[in-house]
């Protein structure tokens, strides 16, 4: 592998992340310090040209959604920047380490988006129960503002930034963009319909810029550093590092940054060691329980946004969950489709009812009665179907499972 720079994680461990002075006298802040020369304008062709897509599980190019926000309804008088920090994915651990390690990193990235976008107010939505982010970013965004990176006329550069921190209550889908701004305005968890996206109509009817913490994360290194060097890392067209969150029986367990591109192979048998003794690579479960199977032939892949979709897989938001010859598919594949029921929000008939299908047939008692074509089917019409994203997710792991291990005997 290639060396390459950390971007999301080059603090983590080394620095105090409860202190702005830790933070300022290893180069922090000095993007903010940049963007007095620099046009909104100009930050958002920076960002474009860095070709960094969104690392929250959607892949979408992060220079466009900012530009698409910036743009849309020239007169209304807000506009929002808002973190998506709800990490509800099963397998994935990563928006924590960055919140809990280096969590003036996150804001000042936020700062840069609100900037290039013109926002005035930006909320961080986070998962309740992250204690430690919880009690680190509080700490950070007190400290901002005692040290003038938040609040009025930030570093005289004529920008005025109020963030606030809302904690969500551990819905899966009020990770889900539109249903986490219901969310943000008080709202019970439902899905809104799109379109209208964010960018046009966000959180209380004005433009709203959605982001990943991971995402933000990247700002700081591509302001300070130049789009040049960020597009020296990755592949042709997924540029930058990448949070790897792995899980399962391999010998080093954790969160990995890496350059885009890093295969399969790499990932559990360098960086993580191999297999535990004893077990076998079986497959890998990448992107969650919204993800997709890959087995050995997909060892070799390159972990990136258009070798994975040329497969028909995907990255999503990071999560690799090894399988190995001693799981029981049937049972992991009991369990997505259980946490699929129990996370519906019931407000649409495909997904409410479609949910409970898939749960009642995989929980036939015996395997060889469980109806493959049934799962897949029921599946693909939720896919079609359904109001939000979440309805849409079940086919991804059916379908890839189906695919490379055809059924559970
Ligand atoms: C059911 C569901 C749950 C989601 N949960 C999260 C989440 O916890 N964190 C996140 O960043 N994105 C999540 N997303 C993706 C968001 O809708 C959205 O694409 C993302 O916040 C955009 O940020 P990005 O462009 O930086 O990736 C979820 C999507 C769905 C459909």
Redesign the pocket.
Same mark, same amino acid.
């Given at each position: 592998m290639k060396s390459f720079p950390l971007i999301s994680l080059a603090r983590s461990g080394k620095v105090n992340p409860k202190s702005i002075e830790d933070y300022l006298n290893t180069g922090g802040f000095e993007a903010i310090k940049k963007l007095s020369s620099m046009s909104p304008e100009s930050v958002l062709d920076e960002i474009e040209k860095s070709g960094l897509r969104?690392?929250?599980?959607?892949?979408?190019p992060?220079g466009l959604?900012q530009r698409f926000t910036s743009s849309s309804c020239l007169s209304c008088e807000k506009r929002y920047v808002v973190c998506?920090a709800?990490? /509800? &994915?099963p397998g994935t651990f990563k928006?924590r380490m960055i919140m809990e390690t280096d969590p003036f990193l996150l804001i000042e990235g936020m700062i840069i988006a609100a900037f290039a976008i013109r926002a005035t107010n930006a909320y961080i939505y986070i998962r309740g129960e992250y204690y430690p982010s919880i009690e680190n970013l509080e700490n950070a965004i007190k400290q901002c503002y005692d040290k003038g990176f938040l609040g009025k006329n930030i570093l005289n550069i004529g920008l005025n930034l109020e963030m606030g921190l809302f904690k969500g209550a551990g819905s899966?889908?009020c /990770? &889900?963009?539109l249903t986490l701004l219901e969310s943000l305005e008080g709202k019970r968890g439902y899905p809104r319909i799109k379109p209208p996206f964010p960018a046009e109509k966000g959180l209380w009817g004005y433009p709203t810029l959605?982001?990943?913490?991971e995402?933000f994360s990247h700002l700081p290194f591509i302001i300070s550093n130049g789009s040049e060097d960020y597009i020296k890392i990755g592949t042709a067209e997924s540029k930058g590092t990448k949070l790897f969150c792995v899980s399962g029986n391999v010998n080093k367990t954790g969160v990995f940054e890496l350059p885009l591109g890093v295969t399969l192979r790499e990932l559990i048998f360098d960086v993580c060691g191999g297999m535990k003794d004893g077990y076998k690579f079986k497959a890998a479960l990448l992107g969650g329980a919204?993800g997709t199977f890959a087995d050995q032939s997909m060892l070799d892949i390159a972990l990136a946004y258009e070798t994975l979709k040329k497969e028909g897989l995907t990255l999503g938001?990071g999560a690799v969950i090894i399988v190995d010859d001693k799981t029981d598919l049937k049972k992991m594949m009991k369990s997505i489709l259980h946490f699929f029921k129990h996370e519906s929000c019931g407000k649409c008939v495909p997904c409410r009812i479609g949910t409970r299908l898939l749960l009642n047939e995989i929980s036939k008692q015996n395997s060889a009665e469980i109806d493959m074509n049934f799962l897949l089917n029921e599946s693909e019409y939720m896919a079609k179907t359904s109001l939000?994203?979440?309805g849409q997710?079940p086919v991804l792991p059916i379908k890839s499972y189906i695919r490379f291990f055809k059924n559970f005997q």
């Open positions: 969104g690392r929250g599980g959607a892949g979408f992060t959604k998506n709800d990490e /509800g &994915e928006d899966y889908l /990770g &889900e963009e959605v982001n990943n913490v995402t919204a938001s939000c994203p979440l997710s």
